[in-house]
């Protein structure tokens, strides 16, 4: 009863008439500690200071009291600003970070935390270009604030099970999916289309199957990436979303950048958004596996 209550609140909320939108992602650094194969932000990134913490805190407040309730902490890699995630964590109602995992986040931050691992080692560490695949799985043994979120691409796109394989045995809450999202276009060499990826469609269902209780993923969010349709209404085109640079400076049409192929885009954002907008019940309930509620604050 209690998510039944849960998910009725969030439907309210999201539908309420803001002036500000609800769900923010910030870039709080234009720093990172790795240059990924696939990677937007180096394609996209124009920021190349850092902003004082300072300005950072006041934006966050402001934000909050005209009406944002989830952030998002992005980078290049968030994690380079202990500090500012300490006091964001102070601020927010709801919040996640996204991190590579080579630095671990204090225990005291009880937030989702969303680590990229992109295959088993040899592929992790060609894909992120370092040597970093065991630092990391060190980092997250046994933390339950971590999902792992992979991106399949034409490099890594085989080994599904085997992440399914290594959230398991890292003892991390679950693992998700995205596909990669291309700025080139169809013709893109990591992008996966035709054969590919109708394979990997038919794999991901596989797994999903055999592994529900960590594959934080419906059949109706695995399928939609095969016509994609859900670019057309993407979640982050809609006045809920906002998405801002190292610089404060508001990205368009989304968190990863400018000159995205939307008609690419294989993010789990706005597929799970859609999901939801059409009443997809396994979805309504992935969002608690998701965000359940240790990790949001009633201040």
């Known amino acids: 009863m209690s998510k039944i209550i849960r998910f009725a609140k969030f439907v309210k909320d999201i539908k309420k008439t803001r002036d500000f939108p609800r769900v923010v992602n910030y870039d709080i650094t234009s720093r990172c500690n790795l240059k990924c194969e696939h990677c937007y932000w180096h394609k996209t990134n124009e920021a190349h200071e850092d902003l004082p913490d300072e300005i950072w805190l006041k934006t966050f407040k402001d ?11 992005t980078g290049g890699e968030p ?35 969303m680590i990229s691992i992109d295959g088993p080692k040899e ?7 370092l040597d970093i695949f065991d630092k990391v799985v060190g980092n997250i043994k046994n933390d339950k604030r971590v999902i792992l979120t992979p991106t399949l691409s034409t490099t890594n796109y085989k080994y599904i099970e085997d992440l399914v ?11 998700t999916f995205s596909t990669y999202t291309s700025h080139q276009g169809i013709d893109d060499p990591y992008y996966l289309s035709g054969e590919k990826l109708d394979w990997t469609i038919k794999e ?10 960590i594959v934080f993923m419906t059949p109706k969010i695995i399928k939609s990436w095969r016509d994609k349709n859900y ?5 982050f085109k809609s006045s809920g979303f906002v998405a801002y640079d190292a610089n404060l400076k508001i990205k368009k049409p989304c968190t990863l950048g400018a000159k995205v192929k939307c008609e690419t885009c294989g993010c789990i954002v706005p597929v799970f958004a859609s999901a939801l907008k059409k009443m997809d019940l396994k979805s309504w309930f992935l969002l608690d596996k998701f965000f359940p509620s240790e990790y949001s604050k009633n201040f």
Do not use: W
């Open 79 to 113: 994690t380079l600003k202990p500090k500012l995630i300490e006091a964001a964590d102070k601020i927010f109602p709801e919040m996640a970070i996204v991190s590579n995992g080579i630095n671990q986040i204090s225990k005291s931050i009880q937030r989702r935390i």
């Open 204 to 213: 991901l269902l596989r797994v999903y199957r055999e592994n529900k209780d």
């Open 165 to 175: 394989r290594i959230a398991r045995e890292s003892g991390v809450d679950g693992i």
């Open 231 to 235: 670019y057309r209404k993407c979640y």
């Open 123 to 129: 592929i992790h560490n060609k894909i992120r270009g």
């Open 63 to 73: 934000h909050v009291k005209r009406g944002a309730n989830a952030a998002y902490l």
